[in-house]
């Protein structure tokens, strides 16, 4: 499916270029200080209505337990770059070059299995890529590449029920926020706090 890895890939190492940037953005700002209460989930035994309801979630679940390793390489290669790019006296050829070691490894790991993957497995890829990092894909195309590229990969997630051009929203996603937490991936706390999505906007 070399769509959903080309936009896998666009997100991965443009990424770079959206945390040098807030890096070269940051701000001061007062102290204030909060107390974190750990989450506690409440669930009951799920009455569906029929078994078309069942077979559905059952499906997603399998497909996102199918894709869950090229959604921890993303997180995880976004968190390192942002830490790289936080190392003081880091030198824009230092930068390129970090990256695109990163982008070899990643062509090197994922894109023959990326590519084989189906229409609905790319989606929820996508879109679990938007909700740990909190970033808004199209516009990270569109900044970054540039918007004939936005709107092509915007035209395709469109034609498979989806939308690039806005954040991942966990209230719209029920039954995905419930598979997540179910395999241990609680929502991100910036959801809580919304400083990446103010960040990021």
């Known amino acids: 499916m070399k769509k959903v890895f080309a936009i896998f890939m666009v997100v991965l190492f443009v990424t770079s270029m959206r945390a040098k940037a807030q890096q070269q953005a940051a701000v001061t700002y ?4 909060t107390v974190k209460l750990p989450e506690v989930d409440i669930t009951d035994e799920r009455k ?3 078994d078309t309801m069942r077979y559905r979630y059952n499906q997603m679940r399998y497909y ?3 894709i869950l390793p090229y959604l921890n390489a993303a997180t ?17 050829k230092e ?19 990326v590519k084989q993957l189906n229409v609905t497995q790319g989606i929820l890829l996508i879109k679990l890529i938007a909700r740990q990092t909190g970033l808004n894909i199209y516009k990270i195309i569109d900044d970054f590449k540039n918007p004939f590229q936005a709107m092509k990969w915007q ?18 996603e029920p039954d995905l926020e419930q598979i997540m937490r179910g395999l241990g991936y609680p929502l991100p706390a910036f959801y809580n706090t919304g400083e990446t999505a103010s960040a990021l906007q």
């Open 30 to 33: 007062d102290t204030m200080y």
């Open 48 to 50: 569906w209505a029929n």
């Open 64 to 66: 996102v337990k199918s």
């Open 76 to 92: 995880k290669l976004f968190n390192e770059i942002n830490t790289k790019f936080e190392e003081p006296g880091l030198s824009h």
């Open 95 to 113: 930068r390129k070059r970090f990256v695109n070691a990163k982008e070899d490894e990643m062509r090197t790991q994922f894109e023959d299995k």
């Open 155 to 172: 035209a395709w997630a469109k034609l498979n029920g989806h939308n690039l051009n806005k954040r991942y929203d966990p209230a719209t």
